[in-house]
T-cell receptor
Framework: NAGVTQTPKFQVLKTGQSMTLQCAQD?????MSWYRQDPGMGLRLIHY???????DQGEVPNGYNVSRSTTEDFPLRLLSAAPSQTSVYFC????????????????FGPGTRLTVL | AQSVAQPEDQVNVAEGNPLTVKCTYS??????LFWYVQYPNRGLQFLLK??????LVKGSYGFEAEFNKSQTSFHLKKPSALVSDSALYFC???????????FGTGTRLKVLA
């Protein structure tokens, strides 16, 4: 198993540009999520999904869109990049209990380091 | 609202000494608590979790944590620190029935040889 993969590893954008951060997992996990990591702020949840076709907002969703058309993929789209979106982005996935819906241990990807000039 | 506090930005400990990394939480329901570790330029790795049952939880690499409901704490401990334990440690919480994880700001552990 490759686990959780993220592409690209590094990206530099100019203000106003758009881009998509890719995330894929091969563990058949229902739950997937996106976080951003900033110094002194820890990890903050951007968006999450509990299955194909189901997404919801996290703590800091503004400026980001997500969709979940398959179980494996959960791309994060930056609509119009701003310097405040300079950060390290992590995707994570976990098993979701089929009846209770409770999720368990998250597996994290290696991250994408994004700089917006 | 859910929250997690890691009161120490950095913890220094000598190799071979016991270590403690502190975490307190505030939730409105039953908490599910987690510890993750992050090595430089890497993603987070799971260490241990408390869901229910025994308050003392044992995890990877000799780490353990104790769930204390009255003090709303979940401190990470290890009896004898190694230089290779030097990393950034995150505490996280989720309440039963929700899908949102809240992470602390992280504690940098430095083990000195």
């Amino acid at each position: 198993n490759a686990g959780v993969t993220q592409t690209p590893k590094f990206q530099v954008l100019k203000t106003g540009q758009s881009m998509t951060l890719q995330c894929a997992q091969d563990m058949n996990h229902e739950y997937m999520s996106w976080y951003r990591q900033d110094p002194g702020m820890g990890l903050r949840l951007i968006h999450y999904s509990v299955g194909a076709g189901i997404t919801d907002q996290g703590e800091v969703p503004n400026g980001y869109n997500v969709s979940r058309s398959t179980t494996e993929d959960f791309p994060l789209r930056l609509l119009s990049a701003a310097p405040s979106q300079t950060s390290v982005y992590f995707c994570a996935s976990s098993y979701s209990h089929p009846t209770s819906g409770n999720t368990d241990t998250q597996y994290f990807g290696p991250g994408t380091r994004l700089t917006v000039l | 609202a859910q929250s997690v506090a890691q009161p120490e930005d950095q913890v220094n400990v000598a190799e071979g000494n016991p270590l403690t990394v502190k975490c307190t939480y505030s939730v409105s329901g039953n908490p599910y608590l987690f510890w993750y570790v992050q090595y430089p330029n890497r993603g987070l790795q799971f260490l241990l979790k408390y869901i229910t049952g025994d308050n003392l939880v044992k995890g990877s690499y000799g780490f353990e944590a104790e769930f204390n409901k009255s003090q709303t704490s979940f401190h990470l401990k290890k009896p004898s620190a190694l230089v290779s334990d030097s990393a950034l440690y995150f505490c996280a919480v989720r309440t039963s029935g929700t899908y949102k994880y809240i992470f602390g700001t992280g504690t940098r552990l430095k083990v000195l040889a």
